[in-house]
């Protein structure tokens, strides 16, 4: 190669904006000293860490080309393909999942500190990525679920209420007293459950009939709920905690382990193979974890303040970012990734 740069391995597949990737190669060291450059496209990225064989470059923001090459001195790397996520929103607040329709539309909150007005609840994205309010009349609107009516549920942290919105907008009471309500799935049989932040998962009938479902340890933020392929239904919930759990219940509401390891566990879904994809971090690195039916972890997606995500029909994930308190934003990443239908 004669001195020129090469690389071996890129890890994780992907990252958005804050994210960092690891690069593995030979080389990297300019012979006259000096650290290495690297540009994703003509963005260059801030180099974190540097040696002859590793580079650890953030993403910058504004870079949307996933070609990646090491510059050392003279000498350039060929380049190598990775996903980046791409900016589709901005000025949102999600506090989990966003939910995306059967055709494709992508919805997320504008939660607000708790008991505090905001005068969007949940926005509406279309396909061409053009953001309008949806509706304005739900006070720290948390989780989202789409039911196999078409009608999109929103869970209320602030009064414990799930409200029912038509496609058009028309919002009507579903469900009261579901505590500090949080993450809100959907089983194969229509019936809704409702995570309590106190530590109750409710189950809701279809004749709307509520039942506690399954108990858990109290969480400081949220429980997040998905059904996996097998029809149990996984739960998240963060604590203090750096080695948190990701539950799973059976149909019969036992509850056991699922695995246990990583911190700040957040949203969490499920592809067509059955691997679950969990916003959390591992290895003190921040982004999407991807655990398959082996139940070995690997990071997916570099990225920091990912708190939720959602597969599209189009095979790309959206990753909701919560930033500052009260603010964050949306990620269209490219994976090519065919998401498990919803029940």
């Given at each position: 190669m004669n001195g ?7 890890t994780?597949?992907a990252?958005?904006?804050?994210g960092e ?14 650290r ?5 496209g003509?963005v ?12 650890i470059a ?6 949307s080309?996933g070609?990646?090459?090491v510059?050392?001195?003279e ?6 393909t990775?996903e980046l996520?791409v900016?589709?929103a901005e ?14 539309n992508i919805?997320?909150?504008?939660s607000?500190?708790r008991?505090q ?5 949940v926005f509406?994205?279309?396909l061409n990525y053009d953001v309008?309010?949806f509706?304005?009349d739900v006070?720290?609107a ?15 942290r ?10 058009s907008g028309?919002?009507s009471?579903y ?5 500090i ?7 194969e049989q229509g ?24 108990t858990l340890?109290?969480?400081?933020a ?5 059904f996996?392929p ?12 750096t080695h948190?759990?990701v539950y ?5 509401g036992a509850?056991e382990?699922?695995y246990r390891g ?9 592809d067509a193979?059955?691997?679950?994809y ?5 290895g003190?690195?921040r982004g999407v974890?991807?655990?398959?039916p082996d ?12 708190v939720?995500?959602?597969?599209t029909?189009?095979?790309s994930?959206?990753l909701?970012i ?5 603010t964050g ?7 090519g990734?065919?998401?498990r239908?919803?029940?």
């Amino acid at each position: 190669m004669n001195g020129k740069p090469q690389i071996l391995e890129v890890t994780p597949p992907a990252a958005i904006a804050g994210g960092e990737f690891q690069i593995r190669g030979k080389n990297f060291a300019a012979a006259q000293g000096g650290r290495p450059r690297v540009t994703f496209g003509d963005v260059e990225a801030p180099v974190v860490i540097a040696s002859d064989s590793q580079v650890i470059a953030r993403v910058p923001e504004g870079a949307s080309v996933g070609e990646l090459v090491v510059r050392a001195g003279e000498q350039t790397s060929s380049a190598w393909t990775c996903e980046l996520g791409v900016l589709i929103a901005e000025n949102v607040h999600p506090v989990g999942n966003p939910a995306v329709d059967a055709q494709g539309n992508i919805y997320t909150t504008l939660s607000g500190p708790r008991g505090q007005a905001t005068p969007v609840s949940v926005f509406k994205i279309d396909l061409n990525y053009d953001v309008k309010p949806f509706l304005s009349d739900v006070m720290n609107a948390t989780g989202l679920a789409f039911g196999k009516d078409g009608d999109l549920y929103i869970s209320s942290r602030h009064n414990g209420v799930v409200y029912r919105a038509t496609p058009s907008g028309q919002m009507s009471v579903y469900v009261e007293g579901m505590g500090i309500a949080t993450g809100l799935a959907f089983d194969e049989q229509g019936n809704l459950y409702v995570g309590d932040r106190q530590g109750t998962i409710f189950k809701i009938s279809q004749e709307r009939q509520i039942y506690v479902f399954a108990t858990l340890e109290p969480s400081h933020a949220a429980y997040h709920l998905a059904f996996g392929p097998e029809g149990y239904l996984y739960v998240t919930g963060p604590t203090m905690s750096t080695h948190e759990t990701v539950y799973r219940i059976s149909p019969e509401g036992a509850v056991e382990t699922f695995y246990r390891g990583l911190g700040r566990l957040n949203g969490l879904a499920f592809d067509a193979e059955g691997r679950l994809y969990v916003a959390a971090s591992m290895g003190g690195r921040r982004g999407v974890v991807r655990i398959g039916p082996d139940r070995k972890p690997e990071m997916f997606v570099s990225g920091p303040g990912i708190v939720g995500l959602a597969f599209t029909p189009s095979r790309s994930i959206i990753l909701a970012i919560s930033t500052q308190p009260g603010t964050g934003a949306l990620y269209r990443l490219d994976a090519g990734i065919k998401g498990r239908p919803l029940p």
